[in-house]
């Protein structure tokens, strides 16, 4: 087979599960364990109505809540609060950890 040839395999129907669509999102945010008082520098991926992940220079574990604050580069959104479960926290190769966590509120600062 060369490699323009293909082979007759079809994709498997793929179905969404999501509640809400997730939206891709490059701005910075700020995190901490809930109840904790230093916050750690990181950034967000992508968020979702119900989901959220970033990325930051600090691990936190599967099943605490933490607290996030997202910065907006214009003037006219506030800044939001975001409180979630954190649900994994994986190392990825450029030695930050990628933190997808359950929102479970959002309020403006």
Do not use: W
Request: net charge negative; proline share 4%.
């Amino acid at each position: 087979m060369t490699h323009l040839e293909t082979k007759d395999e079809t994709m498997p129907e793929y179905e969404e599960k999501r509640q809400f669509a997730r939206s891709q999102m490059d701005c910075r945010l700020r995190y901490r364990l809930a109840g904790s008082g230093a916050y750690t520098e990181g950034a967000c991926v992508n968020i979702s109505g119900s989901d959220i992940l970033f990325r930051g220079s600090l691990p936190l574990e599967a099943g605490r809540a933490a607290e996030l604050r997202l910065a907006s580069e214009n003037k006219i959104t506030p800044p939001l609060i975001v409180y979630i479960e954190v649900v994994r926290c994986e190392q990825s190769e450029d030695g930050d950890f990628r933190i997808a966590g359950r929102v479970n509120g959002i309020r403006s600062e």
